[in-house]
């Protein structure tokens, strides 16, 4: 995108004459003449006229300065640079004939040739503002910023309405991370030419990189004005208005960027990561793909293949476009460790925890790998190290931003003994359920526990922990959270590291959650409506954006819990009408609903339902966690890798002494998981529980 500018086309040295009299005034208009055939667009012609000229008199400087300049012209360098090499051995004291040649050394692609010609030309003339502009344009070809940096500032201080050389200097100057000095740069640019459509989307550049997306997406803006069909501008402004947040948008933008350049792979990758974003991985997908069609060696557009593919459940097309992507750039880090995600999901966990491992090697600071490496390494058992990893999470891009600020020194595992603590809310219900199970742990070794939940878990919890005081989640931290009383603050899941460290250190609490034990009565007189069928609360889906899709099923594949002597219970968030209803036409059993319980809305009154079962059938959701904390007898389905606190190679839970664990044995295959369920449920000596602890 670097300007440059023609030459002048002015020479030096001698003229066409110089034989004298007759013979010296026709070489003279012999000269002229070329002279006008150049410049009224007849090359050939004026090239005929020279090359006469040359068979009378051979290489007169001014001769060769017009061969050149029709050689340049006509796109042939090397015949350029021949005839300005003999110019300038005549004429060596010519800037104009050095500047030429400079010119065309470079357009050889001879940068550093170029540079010294340059600096000839610099050195007899030292205020041409075009000699230092295009000795700074070499230098840079030449891979010598500073250098270059310097010869633009000097440009524009011997020629302050140089815009070209403004221009330059500003994109050199933001390629070197100086984002403030190429923003004025190119203001000065866009001031001294209001009409060019290019300098605003660079101005747009660099203050984005500045952090003022403000005048930078108004820059954006300016140069859709005057350049509407600058497929960059609506590129920029697009990346400008994700940033932003503005979805919708940005998305906008890209497709018209993509409308009026096709082939611009960039435009093709941010799209799709947009699309990604907004939940459509499959549309995102066609979008990488064609960034790819157009850039084959294109690893970023790799890597995102591969995330959509992984977020389509494509996990084997996934893993080879990753592969592709570190072919390309093997020391990925990102990719790395969304490889790792992707062979963990297709269980192979050696493989994926080598892959998070070289991932953080490649890049240290990288929080999503650690995080991720620290999830695999806990689903594995290797729980003091996995801990570890596991903290990283909090300066993950999806956490940092919702980390909220608490005064105490955090807790590094001291003896809490007579000490006050703060446990903070962990970002999922069932996150915090499962970490909850550990709040006994410091009541027990003396602790006074200010508890930090999500406001519809409170009431459940105050009647759980007794002595605990527990504060409702709020954006901004409760005053109860802030005490300068408060000793130390630790995250629920941060308790993990210092109350989990091995498997036995688990204790063997058969529960730690309390329901309403009237509620609970009165659901499970009104369910079992006077029979004495086995109360089987059911809940099939997890809308867990990450890994929601690989642990659901659909209802109707629990048909084959529909048997006689059991009453189903709908236990699942959200409307399940649609599915009841097809189920029930399918098998002619009934499913009850109990329309007054909203998870959503009231866990507590979800706790007294899911109390009043006999057994819970569940993926792993927040019913799974619910059933297991309050010591029902809990069976949770699992895909083949699963949070890391189901563990591997087991089916029972050191969190929750109540599960059983039934396990695919192929990634994707629910039948054979609830056939074992199915046949569990007619184990005679599965009975209804009379009452609950």
Known sequence: MARKRKSSGRG????AGGEGGAASASLEQAFAEAVAHYRQGRPAEAERALAAIQR???????VLHLLALIALKAGRAADAIAHLTKAVAAVPGSAELHHL?????????RSADAVAAFERSVALSPAMAEAHYNLANALKDDGRAGEAIAHYRRAVELKPDFADAHFNLGLLLRQAGRAGEAAAALAEATR???????????????????????????ACERAIELGPGLAQAHFNRGNLLRRAGRHDDAIASFRQALAIDPALAEAHNNLGEALVNYGDAAEAAEHFRAALAVRPDMAVALGNLGNAEAA???LEAAVASYRRALKIAPDGAKVLTSLGHALQEMGKLGEAIASHRRAVAAEPDLAAAHFNLGEALLLTGRLEEGWREFEWRWRTPELDEKRRA???????????????????AEQGVGDEILYAGMVPDLVERGATVVLECAPRLVPLFRRSFRGVTCVGKLDVPAAETQSTDIDFQVSAGGLGQWLRRDLESFPRRPSYLVADAAKRAALRDDYKAGGDDLLVGVSWLSKNRRVGRQKSMTLAELMPLAVPGVTLVDLQYGDTAAERQAFEKATGATIVHDGTVDQMADLDAFAAQVAAMDVVVTVSNTAAHMAGALGVPVWVMLHVAPLNCWLLGRDDSPWYPSAR?????????????VGRVARAL???????RPSIA
């Not at 030096?12 to 003229?15: D, P, S």
């Not at 040649?101 to 692609?109: D, H, I, P």
């Open 12 to 15: 030096g040295g001698q003229t």
């Open 56 to 62: 009378r008199r051979k290489d007169l400087p001014e």
């Open 101 to 109: 040649l400079g010119g065309a050394l470079r357009k050889a692609g």
């Open 192 to 218: 001294l030419s209001p009409r060019d459509a290019e300098a605003f989307v660079a101005l747009a550049n660099a203050l984005a990189d500045g952090g003022d997306s403000a005048r930078a997406l108004a």
């Open 312 to 314: 389509l459940g494509e």
């Open 406 to 424: 608490f005064p105490q020194p955090p807790w590094r595992g001291e003896d809490v003994a007579g000490k006050t603590m703060l446990v903070t």
């Open 661 to 673: 664990l039934f396990r695919q044995t192929r990634a994707g295959a629910w039948g054979d998981v």
């Open 682 to 688: 007619g184990d005679p000596t599965i009975r209804p």
